[in-house]
């Protein structure tokens, strides 16, 4: 019987569960037994796993986080790291792994795959979005929900106390989570870090909404975009406004997936598992036009995913 690995590395992503258990009882249904190693890379290095059946992983399509737990693991990102990963697959003689983890935990699965023959399927799980080779990564619509909520109440009091909101949420490097909650609640203004803003354009802003007669307003801003601490004094020495901060944090992080995240562990899951049956690896799969497909891993790491601007220029518009 050939084995399949599972580990879950990065971040967590509400749906990443959902994607351990449709690995799980698809791999078993194809004859394959399944592991799952534990808390990210260290799992590998240290070799500590459990086995994943169809009973043990009952019950947890709707849970938030990783029953396999995920840390950061500095010891990988060095060569003897990679290679007592890559002794501990030998010797569990382990056929096909699942990497169910982001950008940078695909990017350590590619130095991986130079080490080892075991053949190595990338499951896109994030809430940054930020994967090249796939339009949605699992978790993404979970944590928008998670903000879009939290941002409506915000606006209640926002309105009611006639001030002005500045909401930071996730993303360091990339905008794809402020972008689309931005838009979808409405904000004013949306700050992105692949896009320098000028401040005195959200002095201005600011300044022709309450001209218009607005009292109140939302600031959506990804935590990338610098202090938004700082940011927030000078609006309110700029434009003449009362401005609070709201950082959303890890909250967006949990949670239970929505369905939309659920269906997407599963389809990604089926893919993965197609894959490595049919010897295919060093690939990610992925959501494009609507299919689920699949590239190469090295590809998906050597190319940025491209942010659309056209949704903050969408948003400027709506709020008008």
């Not at 309105?159 to 909101?165: A, D, I, P, Q, Y």
Request: aromatic share 4%.
């Amino acid at each position: 019987m050939r084995t399949i690995g599972v580990v879950t590395s990065g971040g967590d992503a509400p749906g990443m569960n959902a994607a351990i258990r449709a690995i799980t009882r698809i791999a078993h249904s194809k004859g394959f037994q399944v592991l799952g190693f534990e808390r990210g890379w260290e799992g590998l290095i240290r070799n500590t796993f459990v086995p994943l059946t169809p009973r043990s992983v009952g019950g947890i399509i709707q849970l938030g986080g990783t029953i396999l737990h995920t840390t950061r693991c500095p010891e990988f990102r060095k060569k003897e790291g990679i290679k007592k990963a890559a002794e501990t697959l030998a010797f569990n003689k382990v056929y096909g792994l699942v990497v169910i983890g982001g950008d940078g935990s695909f990017r350590g699965a590619l130095e991986l795959s130079r080490e080892t023959d075991t053949l190595i399927v990338g499951v896109p799980a994030t809430i940054d979005n930020d994967v090249y080779g796939t339009e949605e990564t699992i978790g993404f619509d979970t944590a928008v929900n998670t903000a879009v909520t939290e941002i409506d109440k915000i606006r209640d009091t926002a309105v009611s106390h006639e001030r002005v909101f500045i909401v930071e949420v996730m993303g360091r490097k990339r905008g794809f989570l402020a972008s689309t909650v931005g838009l979808t609640v409405g904000a004013e203004t949306i700050l992105v870090p692949e896009v320098p803003y000028n401040k005195e354009e959200i002095f201005q802003t600011i300044k022709e909404n309450t001209a218009k007669g607005k009292k109140s307003g939302i600031i959506v801003a990804a935590e990338g975009i610098g202090d938004t601490r700082k940011l927030a004094k000078e609006i309110e020495e700029n434009a003449n406004v009362e401005v609070r901060l709201s950082i959303l944090g890890y909250a967006q992080r949990g949670g239970s997936p929505t369905a939309r995240s659920r269906l997407l562990a599963s389809l990604f899951a089926e893919k993965a598992v197609e894959l490595l049956s049919e010897g295919q690896g060093s690939k990610i799969v992925g959501l494009q036009n609507g299919e689920i497909t699949s590239i190469e891993l090295k590809k998906c790491c050597e190319t940025e995913k491209p942010l659309n601007v056209n949704l903050l220029k969408l948003a400027k518009v709506l709020a008008t």
